[in-house]
């Protein structure tokens, strides 16, 4: 990481280490000094990664979470895999989100937090299907069998079975003009039947 001015995300993330480090050094019940001294780690060097001075290397990093027995994503969470500023950034706001929603939904009385939760579930229904539609990939079929005359009805089922790449349905218009394209690109193929 080079020298010069953190950005707002690195500085968050270094107050967050700090204190992970700090946090999990006081659940072993031993001094910083004692700990430093465990892990290897000159006291000053751990001094400044509990005030949030400076960030572990990933070597003074491993050292510590060897130490402890966690791994290093467990106090940096960079290290997590697939882990970018943009998504701790993200995770961060959506945990303030869903805090804001447990403190204003908890003061509403039973028949309104049923109506917060049944919008909650049927947002996270529809995430998921959203989610699953994604992931399914469409079966990929021959419009028509490329060897044998091309009928109109075989043209007619290929275009009404069309989408547009965004899986928008085709207007008439633009099934007609594709079905002209077929034939005329099927019968160049296939010289004229």
């Known amino acids: 990481m080079g020298r010069g001015t953190l950005t707002p995300q690195e500085e968050e993330l270094k107050k967050v280490i700090s204190n992970n480090i700090r946090t999990k050094i006081k659940e072993e019940g031993i001094s910083q000094a004692e700990f430093a001294r465990r892990a290897g780690i000159p006291p000053t060097t751990l001094s400044g990664y509990i005030k949030g001075v400076t960030r572990p290397n990933a070597g003074n990093l491993q050292k510590i979470s060897d130490t402890l027995g966690i791994l290093k994503s467990d106090i940096d969470p960079s290290y997590k895999q697939g882990y970018s500023l943009e998504d701790w950034n993200n995770n961060k706001k959506q945990s303030h ?5 447990t403190e204003i939904s908890s003061q509403l009385e039973e028949p309104r937090q049923k109506i917060v939760l049944d919008t909650a579930s049927s ?3 529809e995430q998921e299907k959203a989610k699953r539609a994604v992931k399914s990939k469409p ?3 021959p419009l028509f069998d490329i060897n044998s ?4 009805e075989e043209l007619q089922e290929a275009v009404d079975e069309a989408v547009a790449f965004d899986g928008v349905p085709l207007t008439d218009r633009e099934k007609e003009l594709y079905k002209h394209l077929l034939r005329e690109a099927w019968e160049e193929d296939h010289g004229k039947g």
């Open 139 to 141: 079966k990929i079929t």
């Open 97 to 101: 989100l869903v805090k804001k929603i």
């Open 149 to 152: 005359p091309l009928t109109d």
């Open 123 to 125: 947002q996270l229904e």
